[in-house]
């Protein structure tokens, strides 16, 4: 794996566990309400043009380099979590760790940053050539969203 693969581009239509990340990272910064069901539909659309209008994007619903940077590492919100952290983010990453096949350490999306997580995470990161540190931040969200499923 390599930590330089392309954010994926998410548009109304798209599916699939990054969306289903996507729908968490934007409820953990829009505080709102929006289904985590993996369909980029309408709702998610709208969740997404918001979120670029309110960190200076341009608005137009489409999800890319640029919106995934301000989700998983701009400052409009904190999007680093860690072992004890629970949340919207938490399951963002969960998503994603459970999508890599590592099901022995994280069995479930619960929003809740255990041991399981932490396992989870560091296996992550030592496959992808990263520091394993166990804390999904900016320099783990791009590998582990954009390698999901490789």
């Known amino acids: 794996m390599t930590a330089e693969a392309p954010w994926p581009v998410l548009a109304n239509g798209s599916r699939g566990a990054d969306v289903t990340a996507l729908q968490y990272l934007l409820r953990g910064a829009r505080w709102i309400t929006l289904a985590a069901d993996g369909v980029f539909g309408p709702a998610t659309a709208e969740t997404v043009g918001i979120f ?24 409009a919100f904190g999007s ?11 399951k963002a990453a969960q998503t994603e760790l459970l999508e890599h096949g590592d099901l022995h350490a994280v ?12 396992t989870a995470t560091r296996n992550f990161q030592k496959s992808a050539g990263l520091t394993p540190d166990g804390i999904v931040g900016p320099l783990t969200w791009k590998p582990l969203i954009s390698l999901a499923g490789d």
């Open 107 to 118: 069995s479930q999306v619960d929003g809740i940053f255990g041991p399981g997580t932490d």
């Open 52 to 75: 670029q209008s309110d960190v200076g994007l341009e608005m137009d619903g489409i999800v890319g380099p640029l919106t995934w940077d301000e989700l998983t590492g701009g400052t």
């Open 80 to 90: 680093t979590v860690r072992s004890g952290d629970q949340g919207e983010v938490v």
